[in-house]
């Protein structure tokens, strides 16, 4: 087998395939009868040039990096966490119940870590099912994910509607974050020191976010137990005979992923509404699937990739404000592409480009 | 409850797991031949949209089942491309499928109709109208057989007697023809199809178009026969229950078709008995009923009673040898 120089494979071909996505996207803008141009432009004020348009970006990045990491973790060891919906999910339970039960005594210095130890077990534990299944009694993870997707949404509707929904509310919502419990937002903290951005729900969980960038680096790429993994994950035979604890190793590393997905909720719930909403994760839980996999489940490309797609989320809920016939739902299209092209047909252009490097290689 | 509450109850339980019935059968056709399908609820969606939008433009609910057809055997052909000729990851494939067809849906209807996503309400001579079996006059007197032929058996749209029709059709296809048993050979041992001398590639396509045709219909039936027009993530997730309905029948069109009548069953239920006290438990709420097939199915695939086996070749795209 050949193998393809660094460039192409990491920089060329993922550019091809997302330029094809967005050409389709383009094509359908263009029957649609508008300009692909005027709606890229729109976009991309939207996204970077407005007053906070920058700050939205990064809080929907924040939670795509989350939820980005916690899909790539599962697949260094070819698992294929679906999950990370429903693992955010729980993980706004994780933290409001933490948030409930203590913040009016503690101060907020350790709420906010324990909110976050909440909202991580909770993802952890609802990942924790499905791993176990798969490692011991062998029922395949992509299913039980999805099924455990659903499971979660209907406990959570019976919570949010029950027994934890705020009196005097018609839709279901919980019982409210208090400050004690509630991220700080950028803009009013770097108001204090004087510095004054545009007001947007960006808070600190984007740094917290890079802090587990870092540490998934760290965990994969420079630990025994991150060998261990990526052995599994190339070759489970190989990694059993070489003495590595297979399905204890499944278990931990769908925690770990679930744990990253939970971890999401700290961004939306404790750091912009203060409170769990009915489906809160919306989306954002397979969006990460789209960013593991554009970002080739490495934290620097995870980075990038949920960049891209913060600011098709926030330049694409602009679209609803200019065009009248086009929606924010155009960049759910987009990302369907983007997944298809760089995810389904990622071969495509690869015995192609084998072809012609091999040439190049005679020459 | 009396008999007619019952017959009230089973005849709801049928029409939601018509849509459920259809794509379970397009599920186990596609996972039959080695195709993972978790791309059904895109498959589904889109077929509604279509349905929906082309009965509106044209006035006829055939033109939109034949609409709701394409547009679903179209995603099932972008998944065949993805999967089959360029061995791609079959599980990304129809997640993107399912978040393409929620985001062109929406697209596409704000394109077409600018009602939010919504497309315009259907007259009755739009839809799919429920048919009355011959014999409902006669047998009306009847006790017992009358009302269970008035009530459960007559009374509903094309759709439900296709999807009906279309479990001992799918099992005839698969036990009783040729094609049928390369189809699950192909499933099972793609290299003994191929070592035999028929193409992998285009069995497993010819699987992939049965299954687009199913859901398509199952698509028109939500918006053309059991709603009157397509509503934004109107599919509301049946396409991964007839996934589950599917593996909880352990890919047997048979067994396929009971989990549907009885997922089917739980919601109309659920829906029936919402607010109701039972006996000994109490008040159950709707939320827990709904939850109840994703619940069966995993407790089944954790091998706790009974054993799901897939087909042997399921995920793993098939390689010519060189």
Redesign the interface.
């Known amino acids: 087998m050949t193998r393809l120089p660094a460039w192409i494979e990491y920089l060329l071909i993922p550019i091809m395939n997302l330029a094809l996505a967005f050409a389709v996207a383009a094509i359908?803008v263009m029957?649609?009868?508008e300009s692909p141009i005027d709606a890229l432009t729109v976009m991309i004020n939207g996204a970077f040039v407005y007053e906070g348009a920058l700050g939205y970006t990064l809080y929907y990045t924040t939670s795509l990096i989350f939820t980005g990491l916690a899909v790539s973790v599962a697949f260094h060891a070819s698992l294929?966490n679906?999950g990370a919906e429903g693992q955010a999910y729980l993980g706004g339970l994780g933290a409001l119940l933490v948030a409930l039960a203590l913040q009016d005594w503690l101060p907020i210095i350790l709420m906010i870590p324990l909110c976050i130890i909440g909202a991580a077990a909770f993802g952890a534990l609802w990942a924790l099912i499905p791993g176990w299944?798969q490692a011991y009694?062998?029922?395949?993870i992509?299913?039980?994910t999805?099924?455990?997707n659903?499971?979660g949404a209907?406990?959570m509707?019976?919570l949010l509607s029950?027994s934890l929904m705020r009196p005097g509310q018609s839709n279901p919502e919980s019982l409210l974050f208090e400050d004690s419990a509630r991220m700080p937002q950028l803009h009013s903290l770097l108001g204090e020191l004087g510095i004054e951005i545009g007001r947007s729900p960006l808070n600190l969980s984007i740094v917290f976010a890079a802090f587990a960038c870092f540490g998934v680096w760290l965990l994969i790429w420079r630990t025994r137990w991150g060998y261990a993994l990526r052995a599994m994950g190339a070759s489970e035979p190989a990694a059993h005979y070489a003495g590595v604890p297979v399905p204890r190793m499944i278990v931990t590393a769908m925690c770990i992923s679930g744990a990253l997905a939970g971890m999401m909720a700290i961004n939306t719930v404790m750091g912009d509404q203060g409170k769990v909403t009915l489906g809160f994760p919306a989306g954002f839980g397979?969006t990460g699937?789209?960013v593991a996999?554009m970002g080739r489940s490495h934290p620097v490309g995870i980075i990038l990739a949920a960049l891209l797609f913060g600011a098709l989320l926030q330049g694409g809920s602009e679209l609803d404000f200019e065009f009248?016939?086009?929606?924010r739902?155009?960049?759910?299209?987009?990302?369907?592409?983007i997944?298809?092209f760089s995810?389904?047909?990622?071969?495509?252009f690869v015995p192609w480009m084998e072809r012609r490097f091999a040439r190049k290689e005679i020459a | 409850m009396t008999y007619l509450d019952f017959l009230l109850v089973f005849d709801s339980a049928l029409r939601l797991a018509t849509p459920l019935i259809l794509c379970a059968m397009a599920g186990l056709i596609s996972e039959r031949a080695g195709i993972v399908d978790i791309g059904l609820e895109g498959k589904l969606l889109a077929g509604a949209f279509a349905a929906a939008a082309v009965a509106t433009l044209t006035g006829s609910a055939w033109m939109g089942l034949c609409a709701a057809i394409a547009s679903s055997v179209f995603l099932s052909m972008v998944h065949g491309f993805a999967c089959i000729t360029h061995k791609g990851e079959q599980i990304i494939s129809g997640i993107a499928i399912n978040i393409l067809a929620s985001g062109a849906t929406v697209v596409a209807s704000v394109a077409l109709f600018q009602r939010g996503g919504q497309t315009p309400t259907l007259d009755r001579d739009e839809r799919f109208s429920p048919i009355d079996l011959p014999g409902v006059d006669t047998l009306a007197d009847v006790p017992w057989l009358g009302p269970l032929w008035k009530e459960l058996i007559s009374g509903h749209t094309i759709p439900v007697y296709i999807a009906l029709i279309s479990v001992p059709l799918i099992w005839w296809l698969l036990w009783r023809t040729r094609f049928g048993l390369r189809l699950r050979a192909v499933g099972e041992m793609p290299a003994a199809i191929d070592s035999a001398g028929v193409s992998v590639t285009w069995l497993r396509y010819r699987a992939l178009i049965i299954a687009g045709i199913l859901c398509g219909i199952a698509g028109a039936f939500l918006s053309t026969a059991h709603g009157a027009g397509f509503v934004r993530e109107m599919s509301a997730g049946k396409g991964y229950i007839a996934l589950a309905a599917m593996i909880f029948g352990k890919w047997k069109p048979w067994s396929v078709l009971a989990a549907c009548l009885l997922f089917g069953f739980l919601e109309a239920g659920a829906n029936r008995m919402q607010g109701t006290p039972l006996p000994i438990v109490g008040e159950i709420p709707i939320e827990v009923v709904l939850i109840l097939p994703y619940v069966a199915t995993v407790i089944l695939l954790a091998g706790f009673f009974g054993k799901a086996i897939p087909p042997r070749a399921l995920g793993t795209p098939y390689r010519k040898e060189r």
Do not use: C, K
């Open positions: 359908v029957l649609i009868g294929f679906i299944l009694r062998g029922s395949h992509v299913i039980t999805i099924m455990f659903f499971i209907g406990i509707v019976g029950g397979f699937i789209a996999l009248q016939t086009i929606t739902e155009m960049v759910l299209l987009i990302q369907g592409l997944i298809l995810g389904a047909l990622s071969l495509m």
